[in-house]
């Protein structure tokens, strides 16, 4: 009876062990990479990506170059690009001579 | 007018050859006339799963530089005589064939045969261009881990590009009771993160090593289980309606299980 109970010890935990399981895990981890595999956006192409639109920027205002960061922000079901770029003077009017 | 299906993966080594041979048989013995190509050039293995190695005299480079008839390299399976396989070359790379010879040569193997069934390489290559060049569909063979379920939506995003619209996948060495555990993803996680339509699940089956060791494809072997599910998926590519194997899967790995612990069924 005892062994019985054994055996039978055995089969509820491989039926049942659900919680933190090690599926759940590579799950989450697959969805992230995946966001980010369909975005297609390599650091190379962010950092082009960036020094371009430095360069448009600077023609119209005063950016600080190196607090500028651009990335790509994905939640559960997209993905954003943000740029965050601060400002230190705004011309009266836009010179687009940095063009 | 036959059909050519193309059997990719990008992650090597998930079991695409595995899956070109036993596919291949099963439609064979099923009285489709089949043609199988591995276009693993340099990395040849259909042949020796198929257990065909010793016939081997001209190969796929050998017809599209104009060597040889395409007859002429087309060796016939020991077993069935509606099965045909188109080697591999060993000793040249990858870019001696060029997408637009494999194009030409599918048109021409679709006037003989019912299904051309083509084994790509690892990759996203030009071995990999080459393979679906002429392909009117895809299958995309995955095991459950991360690594493999990524490669795989690399690949379909790939095939959709090329055109080849809704590719359709196998599950191979999906192991139930890990399943059970918790410690393997189950089909409906890979389903829903891959979003494609499922074709067949494999099950993880030692059998398979045997069947190689010895040449002859697993579906050959009535009692194994990853043989049965490459029966259903053939039936399935011919339009048959075939419910999964799985659940059967895992009573039978449940029942040697017990069986193990001394149950009686
Ligand atoms: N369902 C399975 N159960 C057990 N072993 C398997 C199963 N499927 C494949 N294998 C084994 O996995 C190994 C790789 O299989 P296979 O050569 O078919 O993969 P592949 O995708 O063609 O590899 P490559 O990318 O190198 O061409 C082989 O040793 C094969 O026997
Ligand atoms: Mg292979």
Do not use: W
């Amino acid at each position: 009876m005892s062994k019985g109970g054994g055996i039978m010890d055995l089969f509820s935990k491989i039926m049942g062990k659900e919680t933190s399981s090690s599926k759940n895990i590579a799950k989450e981890r697959l969805r992230l990479v995946l966001v980010h595999d369909r975005s297609s956006v390599s650091p190379e192409l962010l950092e082009n990506l960036k020094e371009d639109i430095l360069k448009v920027i600077s023609g119209y205002m005063d950016i600080d170059r190196k607090g500028t960061e651009v990335t790509l922000n994905s939640d559960e079901k997209s993905v954003a690009l943000v740029a965050s770029i601060p400002v230190i003077k705004i011309n009266r009017v836009a010179s687009r001579n940095a063009l | 007018m036959g059909e050519v299906i193309v059997i990719t993966s990008g992650k090597g080594g998930v079991g695409k050859t595995t899956t070109t041979a036993n596919i291949g048989t099963a439609l064979a013995s099923m009285d489709q006339k089949v043609v199988l190509i591995d276009t693993d050039i340099g990395l040849r293995n259909l042949d020796v799963i198929l257990g065909l190695e010793n016939r081997i005299v001209y190969d796929l480079v050998d017809v599209t530089h104009g060597n040889c008839r395409l007859k002429q390299a087309l060796i016939r399976d020991k077993r069935f005589e509606n099965l045909t396989l188109l080697p591999a070359a060993q000793t040249k790379d990858k870019t001696s064939v060029t997408p637009e010879q494999m194009k030409t040569l599918c048109e021409q193997l679709k006037q003989e045969f019912d299904y051309i069934i083509i084994d790509c390489p690892a990759g996203i290559e030009q071995g990999f261009r080459n393979a679906i060049a002429g392909a009117d569909k895809a299958l995309v063979v995955a095991t459950p881990e991360v690594a493999s379920v990524r490669d795989a939506d690399r690949i379909i995003g790939l095939l959709e590009a090329a055109e080849l619209r809704n590719p359709r996948l196998i599950i191979n060495r999906l192991r139930p009771v890990m399943v059970k555990q918790g410690d393997m993803m189950d089909i409906n996680d890979i389903i829903d993160i891959l979003a494609i339509e499922l074709l067949g699940v494999v099950p993880e089956d030692e059998m398979i090593l045997v069947s190689t060791n010895k040449g002859e494809p697993v579906v050959l072997d009535l009692n194994s289980l990853a043989g049965q599910a490459y029966r259903n998926i053939a039936k399935r590519i011919i339009g048959e309606d075939v419910p999964l194997i799985t659940m059967e899967a895992q009573d039978s790995f449940f029942e040697k299980f017990k069986k193990i612990l001394g149950f009686k069924r």
